[in-house]
């Protein structure tokens, strides 16, 4: 496995029989620990909304790959997945796996009879259950998901410790200012630029534009129909825009169906696919022993901000017209960067938020770690925030008690600074800085 790991990707590769050049790799978050998991589990499984990177990430630990997104390659599985996986070189990379689900009976039929570690990678662009296809995949598959690119990994150190980790240990003034100059217009074109690898190759705006103009005709025509689910193209995308309008809300579901006009089960129908489709995340909301009365509803959001622009016709200028739109852009920003950073964390963290019923106290987003420190996130659309924008992190604070690591303010100014005990402003680009100061 040593080789595979430390190995240099040659020219080119070979996909029984087609050949297309590597361009220049970006470096991923979930680079350091797919490497490990290839060194301890025979298959992997790559998980991501599509075009989010999966195949460029896992190509390169490959020496084979079996693209079952087309068709005669996915023919050729289907009349013998065992013959089909034997013949090629390991460690096999199988794309879009859940096209032909019976390649993961020849999975499990190969790994039973040789579990060593590396051999298979499989990638999927759907959560579809992996227990469906007939077979249970404790101690055989380890799951890793992908997200399109966020701050990070366009402008920092993918490979740097998880952000969680490092506040947990060095407390809320660890982080640094931004190296660059960041201000509300440039993250608002950053969120619309997208983190979808291939849009941000796109030559121009317009380029861009109608890649991703494209990316929501293909998920609303043909993602659904991919997975043997009927769905109403047209009904899909307007429940999608609501979905789009409403994103860093908390908005129940009668507001959405009523949106979208349609009815409430269809409505469950295209939350369950989209969530499927890894389109949409919601995040759960938290409650404490100390805290009983509070909204369960989960927040919304879209997984990529650069979606909004399609969906709602929106550019830019538009965003920073409407406070409400340019509050749910940057939200929906920095919720992309704190979900890679919960899912890169050692500790282990989860992402939650949190709002009082009578509407009195709420926090945009809570990092829960495994050992019970949690992390408080207010987003503001400021580039002066003052401690009263902490309020709500102050109160909660004072409800969780010795678990409470941390309160931060993101805001679109140029500075970190100190706003109370336990508090800090911080600028949203220090997020994916290079390195923070202890």
Avoid at 327 to 342: F, I, K, M, Y
């Amino acid at each position: 496995m040593e080789g595979v790991l430390n190995r240099q990707p040659p020219a080119c590769w070979i996909i029984t029989g087609w050949s297309f050049p590597l361009s220049a790799y970006v470096s991923r978050i979930v680079d350091t620990e797919l490497d490990e998991i290839l060194a301890t589990h025979p298959a992997t499984l790559v998980v991501g909304p599509r075009a989010c990177g999966k195949t460029t990430t896992t190509r390169r630990l490959c020496h084979s790959i079996l693209r079952l997104d087309v068709p005669a390659q996915a023919a050729v599985v289907r009349a013998d997945p065992d013959a089909a996986l034997r013949a090629l070189d390991e460690p096999v990379l199988v794309d879009e796996w859940q096209v032909v689900p019976e390649v993961l009976g020849a999975v499990k039929r190969a790994v039973d009879d040789d579990p060593r570690p590396g051999r298979f990678v499989l990638t999927g662009s759907s959560q579809t259950d992996l227990t469906t296809a007939g077979w249970p995949a404790t101690g055989r598959i380890v799951r890793l998901t992908m997200h399109p690119l966020v701050g990070r990994e366009r402008h920092g150190d993918p490979s740097a410790p998880s952000l969680i980790d490092r506040i947990l240990a060095d407390g809320p003034d660890s982080f640094s200012d931004p190296s660059d100059d960041w201000d509300i217009h440039r993250y608002v074109a950053e969120a619309l630029t997208t983190g979808w690898p291939e849009a941000l190759r796109a030559p121009t705006e317009r380029a861009r534009d109608r890649w991703l103009t494209s990316y929501v005709d293909h998920l609303v025509t043909r993602e659904a129909a991919a997975l043997g689910v009927s769905r109403d193209p047209v009904l899909m995308r307007r429940y999608l825009q609501a979905l789009a309008a409403n994103t860093a809300g908390v908005p129940n579901h009668k507001l959405l169906y009523d949106a979208a006009g349609i009815t409430r089960h269809s409505a469950v129908g295209y939350d369950d696919l989209l969530d499927t489709l890894m389109i949409t995340q919601r995040v759960p909301a938290w409650a404490g022993n100390r805290t009983d009365r509070a909204v369960r509803l989960p927040k919304r959001y879209l997984t990529d901000p650069g979606l909004l622009g399609p969906l709602l016709r929106i550019d830019q200028r538009r965003v920073l017209r409407d406070g409400d739109l340019l509050g749910r852009v940057l939200d929906t920003l920095a919720a992309a960067q704190l979900r890679a950073e919960c899912a890169a964390s050692v500790v282990g963290a989860d992402l939650f938020h949190y709002r009082d019923a009578n509407g009195r106290h709420e926090v945009d987003l809570l990092i829960e770690a495994r050992n019970g420190q949690m992390i408080a996130v207010e987003v503001k659309a400021t580039a002066a925030p003052s401690a009263a924008d902490a309020r709500h992190l102050e109160w909660f604070a004072e409800r969780v008690g010795s678990n409470f690591a941390a309160g931060i303010v993101l805001h679109t100014g140029p500075r970190v600074f100190r706003l109370a005990e336990r508090m800090v402003a911080v600028p949203i680009a220090s997020l994916w800085a290079p390195q923070v100061t202890g």
